[in-house]
């Protein structure tokens, strides 16, 4: 098994902002409403013609340009998120194409909100065993498209952005210790998009009764989010054989900041090493744990031979951890 790192992070986020006061304008809420229940101020929202490949494209082009890696040196893409391009093919595909990865295999993974921790796993895998050298994960959403504007409740909550990772054999930073993945079909209902697959097909039906945009059990994800939290961070430290004290940062979805604040509260860990940025963009689902990292890098919140953890929560419901040392 070969050590394996993070070569380099890159994200993207629209131009557009929508703010809370633009929300005001929309449905039946207010800035102070959302703030106080969620901490989100502002969202991207891409527009009417930019894809998940789109915002995935334009983090992947930062993310290979900082670790100095060409697209045709690429083994394998990954895309994970939960608003692809098309039911088929794989967005990866559609990217790898327009990236000119002409090397690569490609494919996408879906795991809700926690995408991009299991896509990380895959390509740590992938690298561990030596069958490949550079693999780009890249985690991508535009929820804005399957947002139903009319619920005051969900629309307040979600936006739009891309995270991109290149993940090689070990170079001396960003180093991939260890990973924990979890599921339960069993909350399935509690955040999905009921119609548009095999189970509702579409119809004029499921599109009258507004079935193609996603429905949210807000209390009941609440209360399983930041119970997964605490399991996921306590079972990664207990693996490595570590203490919360060794941790640096940690770096958690970007769901609701009152999620955040009481699985700290919880676990015994100082806010303060939570990085938040859910203010400025909101819950962008797969795209929200690399674009934090990308930005807490950036912000120079993280130095070399700290502790990192990465954990996240979503739809399926699925959630996980993994611990980095960079």
């Known amino acids: 098994m070969r050590r394996v790192g993070i070569a380099s992070l890159g994200a993207y986020v629209p131009p557009k902002i929508l703010t809370n006061k633009d929300l005001e304008k929309m449905v039946d809420t207010s800035d102070e409403w959302i703030t106080t ?50 039911p088929f093919p794989a967005t990866a595909c559609i990217l790898q194409d327009r990236l000119g990865a002409n090397k690569a295999g490609a494919m996408d993974i879906e795991a809700g909100c926690t995408g991009f921790i299991y896509a990380l796993s895959v390509a740590y895998s992938y690298v561990a065993c030596g069958f490949y050298d550079n693999v780009l994960v890249v985690g991508s959403d535009v929820l804005s498209k399957v947002t139903d504007w009319q619920d005051r409740s969900s629309c307040i909550l979600f936006g739009d952005a891309a995270g991109a990772a290149v993940v090689t054999p070990y170079k001396g930073q960003g180093e991939l210790l260890n990973f924990y993945l979890r599921s339960d079909g069993s909350r399935t209902d ?86 938040v940025n859910v203010d400025r963009y909101g819950n962008t689902s797969a795209a929200s744990i690399p674009l934090a990292f990308y930005e807490a890098l950036k912000e120079g919140r993280i130095k070399k031979g700290d502790y990192i953890i990465l954990v996240g929560f979503g739809a399926g419901l699925t959630w996980g951890a993994f611990l980095i040392r960079w």
């Open 190 to 275: 509690d955040l999905l998009i009921p119609a548009g697959g095999s189970r509702n097909p579409a119809s004029h039906k499921t599109v009258e009764e507004r079935l193609h945009y996603m429905k949210l059990n807000g209390p009941e994800v609440f209360r399983l989010a930041v119970r997964v939290i605490e399991d996921a961070v306590t079972a990664i430290l207990n693996k490595a054989q570590l203490k919360k004290e060794d941790i640096a940062i940690l770096i958690p979805h970007q769901a609701n900041i009152r999620i955040i604040q009481t699985a700290a509260r919880n676990l015994a860990i100082p806010q303060e090493k939570f990085f």
């Open 37 to 86: 229940r969620t901490g989100i101020k502002e969202r991207r929202i891409a527009d009417e013609s930019q894809a998940s490949s789109d915002l995935a494209y334009e983090a992947s082009k930062i993310a290979l340009a900082e670790a100095g890696i060409e697209p045709s040196d690429l083994d394998m893409i990954i895309v994970c998120g939960v608003t692809f391009d098309y």
